[in-house]
């Protein structure tokens, strides 16, 4: 069975502070595909990152960054000197490679950035 | 165009009230989807439109009706609702039809729909 951790209900950082928003998953497949999505208040999802099983190399962008670690299960989200507008629910999602597949969202971490 | 629209943006039905909810892409994708999301929840899968045909039903109630009358747009008709079915209603569409693998789906904003 395929499982997604989000361990974080909900976080308040004050503007500028770092926050890392953890993930984690459980599957069997050899293939598979981790995404982030950040959900506005407005309602949309917006797709932020994919990664599939056979790349571990990190990524940075602007001022996101996710590490992933396979060796742990661990797909975690980094956002440095956050802002405001980075208030939104997140959502860790995973995805096997085989037809019929739908995604399997982690249970969403609230972040609230404070002024 | 690389945007999923979703009309009405907030709906208010009676139980006994038919309505529609209406989804439209133009990036030329070839599966649609239907999600439901209730508060503090992440989505649930409804439906799957692949090449304008239902390809996935996840056991939803016959009051839910969805209906692709093309490649561009999906509707999902809502006849005899409850209250526990007040959620916000999303649209996706991705470029593939095949549902695994890793290709991004394109969300719309939703429908937020309360049944009183």
């Known amino acids: 069975a395929q499982k997604v951790t989000q361990a974080q209900t909900e976080i308040s950082v004050v503007e500028k502070e770092d926050v890392t928003l953890d993930c984690v998953y459980e599957t069997r497949d050899t293939t598979y595909y981790l995404f982030w999505y950040k959900q506005p208040p407005s309602g949309e999802l917006v797709f932020l990152i994919r990664r599939n099983s056979f790349d571990e190399q990190n990524e940075i962008s602007g001022r996101y960054s996710w ?4 060796s742990t299960s661990s797909f975690n989200f980094t956002i440095t000197a956050s802002q405001v507008v980075d208030s939104a629910v997140y959502f860790c999602a995973l995805r096997g490679f085989n037809y019929g597949q739908n995604f399997v969202f982690g249970p969403g971490t609230r972040l609230s950035v404070l002024p | 165009d690389t945007e999923v629209t979703q009309t009405p943006k907030h709906l208010v039905m009676g139980m006994t009230n038919k309505k529609s909810l209406k989804c439209e892409q133009h ?10 999301q209730k508060a503090k929840k992440p989505p649930e899968l409804m439906f799957v439109y692949s090449y304008e045909k239902l390809s996935i039903n996840e056991s939803v109630p016959s009051r839910f009706s969805p209906e692709c009358p093309n490649s561009s747009l999906l509707n999902l008709h809502l006849h005899a609702l409850q209250p526990e079915d007040s959620a916000l209603y999303l649209c996706a569409s991705s470029q593939r039809s095949r549902m695994g693998g890793g290709y991004g789906y394109t969300f719309g904003s939703g429908t937020r729909l309360t049944v009183v």
């Open chain 1, 67 to 70: 590490n992933f670690q396979k």
């Open chain 2, 27 to 36: 990036m030329g994708h070839r599966a649609m989807y239907w999600y439901k």
